[in-house]
């Protein structure tokens, strides 16, 4: 019997819509436009799916509370639609919902809604919003950029690396985004820039530069999951299954005791670790084939490559000035051009990242298609602040992987 | 019986000097007149400051190294305090984490509040820290606004072995009014200042000290220590004539490098005199406001027994130089710059949720550990110590005085702050407990991970739909 999730469940079909700004559509649109790809790919009635989950983080933007604005927009047949939210990773979590319902036999379709609508806010950047009661009084809310900014100045401490060291490897963590970009047509930003412009583009939080900062965009991105067994009864010959799905939430210890030096995402650390062990991988910098993570800022994606053990400590920025993430190189990560030029609508995230690893271990990615078609794709999906979150990893493959 | 007096001074000075160049380089042309004042510098309080904050920063100072649990009266005198119902000394109280079974009260409506504060603790039993504190906001191209600065002092006053003692006192009380702000306004409405300075401050103050020099059996040439806090060049002096003291003895009422700091500024001169008075020293302190207190003190050979922790030249000391009058007018209010969507964040404070939390949020209690002796903050039911799950085992653990470092930091420039780039991190105690929080009083080039901090009560947001303000402390670097 297979360890975990492993396995036990295959994806059926997935969607995505276009992300940007997509000032013409309510999100309730954006969720059908990923709804009506996912189903025409699965190839079922609406009537067959048992129970939907709607990951959303900012619900108050646009479509309210619940699971009714997923129900109401795919006029779902009375079926239990729950409405979940954990940051940024909220589209995974979505995911996780369907996926344990399709695995514990309670359900034999399920479908995962993420989405977002954030440009109804009226300025760039995510909203401003409380945190609670209690942290308001004693916390900091601060920007996203301001909250991820700080790895940089702890990495450098730790690490002993340059300031301007640091700069170039982030830099060039968006300049790669932005050359994948260029190729994806559903990505926000279709737009390559160079070193030079990423090095000197406006500070938003030291050392963050513009670049250094993913889009804030509307979108959303549906997936569709049953077993291998319904799968292959419904047709499909290309099985794509779940090969792992971990969540570790802080617990307080990074933020209030005094083991964390700042500089890493422990939550990574963990899930990684048991995601690697239910999957099967024992050498993750040679077993995996692509990556999505939440490269949210330019230093997120660096340190997560140490976090997810691709990279040693304090080594990642050279990895990634050595091009080893690079579309071309050992192994591609963000080849849709990730957070950062796809865009980022939150709760739409985390399956954004399983839509694309589905589309490559399919052979379906287009121009941005890996040579070889991947067989394990990780995609790591963060919500939160480095000394406070809730970190997930999915990793999906070929079924006979 | 021990002695009753004066047990501790201590004062406060915020950090920014704005330069007074700088006031009439913009205002010139339309108040050519006050040219004559465009010198020297003033102090002016952060955009998260407040007579509250800057209180208990004076507090801090004079309590360096005294007991707190000895304070049996908590009492903050000013004219800007900026609740007109809701103790202004209770949250003072919170702050220095006092015990709760002590009394407070406020003190203002006056020039002399400070003094009359002073002098009722003086005439007490109890032992009564006495805070005062000012931030002015005189109207742009004002005489005022040239004058004004904003400081605080405090004077722990009981039993035990004063540094100086009251010998005499004397109180006028007559409606004199030289200048007049009604409760709620910004801004003063002055009097000519001729007729100040002939009828006011010469005719009622003159036989006042001389009737408290009769009292006292001596002549004014015994006086060592002659404070007027008197922002009118040349009054103090012609005081000093008048009754007899040597120019040698008027005190310097810092108007080059601080300013007058309204209510406060009699404290603040006090504590300016003690920092350097020597024992059997006669101090004469004579605050004037709809008539005046005067308050005769001997020093005793205590004095070089008790020093505040910084004292007024140690604050003065601590400074930023700065020229942009712009920032200063918009961090009173005085200047609406478009401060954009993000500053439409709504701070609503649940005063429930206060009261629950409140030795964290005000006095920075954390928890400690009684079985790992985990440091945390804030205190919770289940210890953060992640090899030991106690639950109930945290005692109080004030973090107030303890000294920290910078972790992780970001200057974020997104963020709404009335002084961007907003600059905040976490930062790790000295002997455990670790937070994320706000850090202010930096100019930038000074913030690096490792950095000393030291802990300040600032305003943490204010709720501008209910006109309430949140407080909590914020780090600024060690001094």
């Known amino acids: ?401 | 019986m021990s002695d009753f007096g004066i047990l501790a001074f201590g004062a406060y000075v915020p950090i920014t000097r704005l330069q007074r160049s700088a006031i009439h380089a913009t205002n010139g042309w339309f108040a050519g007149g006050l040219g004559g004042l465009a010198k020297g510098e003033k102090a002016v309080a952060n955009w998260d400051e407040d007579s509250v904050t800057m209180a208990v920063e004076a507090a801090r100072d004079a309590l360096d190294g005294v007991d707190r649990a000895s304070v049996e009266r908590v009492v903050i005198a000013s004219t800007t305090l900026p609740f007109a119902d809701r103790q202004n000394a209770g949250i003072v109280k919170e702050a220095l984490n006092l015990p709760d079974a002590v009394g407070a009260m406020d003190v203002t409506g006056s020039q002399r509040a400070a003094t009359s504060a002073l002098l009722v603790a003086l005439e007490g039993r109890t032992t009564t820290l006495v805070c005062a504190a000012e931030i002015a906001t005189p109207r742009p191209a004002s005489e005022r606004e040239m004058t004004a600065g904003d400081a605080a002092a405090a004077l722990l006053i009981g039993g035990g072995t004063p540094i100086a003692k009251l010998v005499a006192s004397q109180s006028v009380t007559v409606d004199f009014v030289d200048h007049f702000r009604e409760a709620g306004a910004a801004h003063d409405y002055d009097w000519e200042a001729r007729w100040v300075r002939d009828e006011g401050f010469a005719r009622i103050m003159t036989p006042a000290i001389a009737a408290l020099l009769a009292k006292a059996g001596i002549e004014g040439d015994a006086i060592d220590h002659f404070i007027v806090p008197v922002a009118v060049k040349g009054v103090p002096e012609m005081l000093a004539k008048k009754a007899g003291v040597s120019d040698a003895a008027v005190a310097d009422g810092l108007t080059a490098t601080l300013g007058h700091a309204g209510a406060a500024h009699a404290l603040v001169m006090l504590a300016a005199a003690l920092e350097g008075a020597k024992p059997g020293a006669r101090i004469l302190l004579a605050s004037f406001g709809q008539g005046c207190d005067l308050l005769l003190f001997e020093v005793t050979d205590a004095i070089g027994s008790v020093k505040s922790r910084l004292g007024v030249s140690g604050w003065l000391a601590r400074r930023i130089e700065s020229a942009n009058y712009a920032k200063y007018l918009f961090h009173r209010g005085l200047l609406h710059l478009d401060r954009g969507m993000r500053a439409e964040h709504d701070s609503k404070t649940a005063l429930t949720a206060l009261w629950r939390n409140r030795k964290a949020v005000l006095g920075l209690v954390g928890g400690r550990c009684t079985k790992t002796g985990t440091v945390q903050f804030p205190k919770s039911e289940v210890s953060v110590n992640a090899n030991d799950y106690a639950v109930g085992t945290q005692e109080d653990y004030p973090l107030a005085e303890v000294s920290a470092k910078v972790l992780t930091w970001t200057a974020d420039a997104l963020t709404y702050s009335s002084d961007p780039p907003s600059y905040y991190g976490n930062i790790d105690f000295d002997g455990g407990g670790r937070m994320m929080t706000e850090f202010t009083d930096f100019t930038g080039g000074a913030l690096d991970v490792g950095a000393d901090l030291r802990m300040m009560f600032r305003i943490k947001a204010y709720d501008e739909n209910r006109r309430f303000r949140r407080y909590f402390w914020k780090a600024a670097p060690a001094f």
């Open chain 1, 1 to 401: 019997m297979a360890k975990g999730i492993r396995d036990k469940v295959a994806i059926l079909g997935m969607g995505c819509a276009k992300f940007g700004e997509r000032w013409d559509k309510d999100e309730d649109q954006l969720m059908l436009e990923a709804y009506e790809e996912a189903m025409a790919d699965a190839g079922i009635e609406a009537s067959r799916i048992d129970a939907a989950w709607l990951g959303a983080a900012f619900d108050a933007q646009n479509i309210g509370p619940s699971g009714i604005p997923l129900a109401v927009a795919l006029r779902l047949p009375d079926i239990g639609v729950t409405k979940v939210e954990n940051y940024c990773a909220s589209g995974t979590e979505s995911f996780r919902g369907a996926v344990y319902a399709v695995a514990s036999g309670a359900c034999d379709i399920a479908l995962a809604m993420g989405a977002e609508k954030l440009k109804d806010t009226g300025y760039g950047g995510l909203p401003v919003r409380t945190r609670g009661t209690t942290h308001d009084m004693i916390g900091i809310t601060g920007s996203a950029p301001g909250n991820f900014a700080q790895l940089a100045s702890a990495y450098r401490g730790v690490h002993g690396v340059d300031k301007d060291d640091l700069k170039r490897a982030m830099a060039h963590v968006s300049v790669k985004s932005h050359a994948n970009g260029a190729k994806n047509p559903k990505a926000h930003l279709q737009k390559a820039v160079t070193m030079e412009q990423v090095l000197n583009a406006p500070m938003i939080a030291e050392p963050l530069g513009l670049f250094d900062c993913c889009g804030v965009s509307d979108g959303a991105a549906c997936a569709i999951v049953t077993t291998p067994k319904i799968a292959r009864a419904l047709g499909k010959t290309d099985i794509v299954t779940v090969k792992a799905l971990q969540l570790a939430t802080s617990n307080g210890w990074e933020m209030q005791a005094s083991g964390w030096n700042g500089s890493y995402f422990h939550t990574t650390r963990v899930a990684a670790t048991k995601a690697y062990d239910e999957a099967g991988i024992t050498d993750p910098r040679e077993q995996l084939s692509l990556i999505e993570v939440h490269d949210c800022f330019s230093v997120t994606e660096l340190v997560t490559m140490e976090d997810l053990h691709i990279s040693k400590e304090g080594r990642g920025w050279r990895d990634v000035l050595d091009g080893f993430f690079d579309a071309d190189g050992a192994l591609p990560c963000q080849i849709d051009g990730g957070l950062k030029c796809f865009g980022h609508p939150i709760g739409a995230s985390g399956l954004r990242m399983i839509y694309e690893n589905y589309l490559q271990i399919l052979g379906r990615a287009g121009e941005r298609q890996r040579q070889n078609n991947p067989v394990f794709a990780l995609s790591h999906n963060l919500g939160g602040m480095p000394n406070q979150n809730v970190s997930s990893i999915a990793i999906i493959g070929r079924e006979d992987a």
